[in-house]
């Protein structure tokens, strides 16, 4: 009985002729190359595909050996490997998904795919099934380049994140030398700088002889020197004191009123100076919980900016808010006001606004920088609100103090106090002392 492979028919019948043709049609349809070899290696049969991919005609291809279209670095190992292909095929299905090259007639190569099945009734004939797979194999060797890329990347990433690590060690170490080193160069520096000030004070006073007018001018730029390095010395050692987390507050709960005319008292001279009006809108009665001499400090520190950028005249108001969860405290001022684009940047170290200071550089330029840490080491914010030209009000907040039951209230019933005197300015100086000291006059 005729069979329907390509073996086993005859041509001459006419029913083996139709399934020839058939067979021959369903062949050069199919979308793959395929090859026929028989048991020596030899090619017997190729469809349309196989003619496509390797550029040889079937009758080129036919009766010549498989290996052909290999190249040359293939072949030797192929004509061994090709003796198994029928050998045990159910227990050994030898070509599936064999990766090869193939080559072409042009002597160029492609990737291809084999997929062998040993036609076991043809005395040793195997059907070759081929893929070209160029592309897959791009697409793979493509994603193989990408994975090595990416583990490189890691692996930069990784030691790039280690020498971070070792960097912020060496930075935090290189942080707390500079603190140590400032706060003992400071220490060394205080001390002498305190002699030249004494020194320069008492020849000013003449205790150790006249002056003439030039001496005398000589003296007090000494003394005005020498108090500016101090002052700039106290701050850098402030700073990298609360930078080094060194500074400890000591707070306690006390009057706003108190500590506020101690500031006032020390600052009003500065304002009598330039004729600025201070006004003093707190509530003395509102207590707070902070550390008393740095809150002073913090005080003093918007006091003397505000009046460093007012112009004679100008008036100096302090005002606090009782809010439901802190107390805001702020100090507003007449005076030449600050840009928006300048609000955040004088709150950093050595920032001063060149354009609104306009020749008034007396200050260190570490001021807000202190305030702005104090304030947050007691949990509180500062901010600017301000316009050039307008004005500047600087506000901050500090937590409610815990009130905790039974507390006494400090006895703020004021001192009447009769000032008698004829100099209306000199008048003015002992009143505004006497007030903010809490007496009423
Ligand atoms: P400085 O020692 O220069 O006063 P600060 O840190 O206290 O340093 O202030 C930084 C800068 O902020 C000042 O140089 C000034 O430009 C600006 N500034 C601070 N307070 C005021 C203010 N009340 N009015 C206008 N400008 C101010």
Known sequence: MPTTT?????????????????????????????????????IVLANKEAEKLFGWTRTELAGQPIEMLLPERFRQEHATHRAHYSVRPKTRPMGTGLDLYALRKDGTECAIDINLSPVSAAGGRVMCIIRDISERRHTEEQIQILNQNLERRTEELAAVNQQLELRNLEVERANVLKSEFLAS???????????????????????????NSKQKRFTSHIHQGANHLLEL??????????????????QETFALGSAMSEVLSSIRPLAFHKSIELADEIQPDLSIFADRIRFKEIIFNLFSN??????????????????????????????????????????????????????????????LAITKRLVE????????????????????????????GGDEQPDFTPTVVLVVEDDESSRELVVSYLESEGFKL
């Open 306 to 367: 505000a009046i460093k950028f007012t112009r004679e005249g100008g008036t100096i108001t302090v005002r606090s808010a009782n809010l439901p969860d802190q107390i805001r405290i702020s100090v507003r001022d007449t005076g030449i006001g600050i840009a928006k684009e300048e609000h955040e940047s004088i709150f950093q170290t050595f920032r001063q606004v060149a354009s609104t200071t306009k020749g008034v550089r007396e200050g260190t330029g570490l001021g």
């Open 6 to 42: 390509a073996v086993n028919f005859d041509p001459t019948s006419p029913s083996d002729a139709q399934a020839a043709e058939r067979f021959r049609n369903l062949l050069d349809i199919a979308p793959d190359p395929i090859l026929e070899v028989d048991a020596a290696g030899r």
């Open 377 to 404: 080491q007691h949990g509180g914010q500062i901010w600017v609100e301000s316009e050039l030209g307008a004005g500047s009000e600087f506000l901050f907040t500090l937590p409610r103090p815990v009130v905790t």
């Open 233 to 250: 010395i106290n701050d850098i050692l402030d700073l990298s004191k609360i930078e080094a987390g060194q500074l400890e507050l000591r």
């Open 185 to 211: 160069v400071s220490h060394e520096l205080r001390t002498p700088l305190h002699a030249i000030i004494g020194f320069s004070e008492l020849l000013a006073e003449e205790t150790a002889g006249d002056l």
